[in-house]
């Protein structure tokens, strides 16, 4: 069993950056792969970047290529999301999750946090 707590979500301007943190229970989170999806008010939930278990590969949505970054600290079990020139399209609750092993491709993990608000103002 995985917990995951997301933070470090807020209001923004456009343009400006916020940087997410989520914090994993248990002493295995170095064989987790980890996730960001976030979901619009309206919209479906969609896939945002993830972190292969190894922390050697990554992989993003085109969306927000070039502008947010996914590292993880395995000595804190915490993954991050780091958030630059955020757009009014950003606005979203961001979800943290993890899978054992999983791949970059995954679109449904196992495990999931509770959610942390990103509000970019115009």
């Known amino acids: 069993q995985v917990q995951l707590v997301e933070s470090g979500g807020g209001l923004v301007q456009t343009g400006g950056s916020l940087r997410l943190s989520c914090t994993a229970s248990?002493?295995?989170?170095?064989?987790?792969?980890m996730y960001w999806f976030r979901q619009a008010p309206g919209k479906e939930r969609e896939f945002v970047a993830a972190?292969?278990?190894?922390?050697?590969?990554?992989n993003y949505a085109d969306s927000v290529k070039g502008r947010f970054t996914i590292t993880r600290d395995n000595t804190k079990n915490t993954v991050f999301l780091q958030m630059n020139s955020l757009k009014p399209e950003d606005t979203a609750v961001y979800y943290c999750?993890?899978?054992?092993?999983?791949?970059?491709?995954?679109?449904?993990?196992?495990?999931w946090g509770q959610g942390t608000q990103v509000t970019v103002s115009p």
């Open positions: 972190m292969s278990w190894t922390g050697g590969s990554k």
């Open positions: 999750a993890a899978d054992y092993r999983g791949t970059l491709r995954t679109t449904e993990p196992r495990y």
């Open positions: 248990g002493r295995t989170f170095s064989t987790y792969a």
